[in-house]
């Protein structure tokens, strides 16, 4: 199993940018896609953008495209966001998924946007 560790939230204004990391150790050569998920108080976790192990595939939220980038160095997992608002406050949590399924999660990483 992979285990996962992000970093790089915090509290940002309006406009503003974070980047969060992910650091991914244990057996990562059977991971095919990882990505972030956010969970906002009262709302179910939503994807915010996967990126495949080749990095050649990624997918966004609809609600995040053109505004943050997902990308991937070996077993490091960065998530740049640009122009934050309000609506992007949430624990931003990374997430593995290996070859036969298995789903790994990090603990979570809080990112708070004042207006």
């Known amino acids: 199993q992979v285990q996962l560790e992000e970093s790089g939230g915090g509290l940002v204004q309006t406009g503003g940018s974070l980047r969060l990391t992910c650091a991914a150790s244990?057996?990562?050569?059977?991971?095919?896609?990882m990505g972030w998920y956010r969970q906002a108080p009262g709302k179910e976790r939503d994807l915010v953008a996967l990126?495949?192990?080749?990095?050649?595939f990624t997918n966004y939220g609809d609600s995040v495209k053109d505004r943050f980038t997902i990308s991937r160095d070996n077993a490091n997992l960065y998530l740049q966001m640009n122009k934050l608002t309000p609506e992007d406050t949430a624990v931003y949590y990374c997430?593995?998924?290996?070859?036969?399924?298995?789903?790994?999660w990090g603990q979570g990483t809080q990112v708070t946007v004042s207006s």
């Open positions: 997430y593995a998924v290996e070859g036969d399924g298995t789903t790994s």
């Open positions: 244990g057996n990562f050569d059977s991971v095919d896609f």
């Open positions: 990126i495949s192990t080749s990095a050649r």
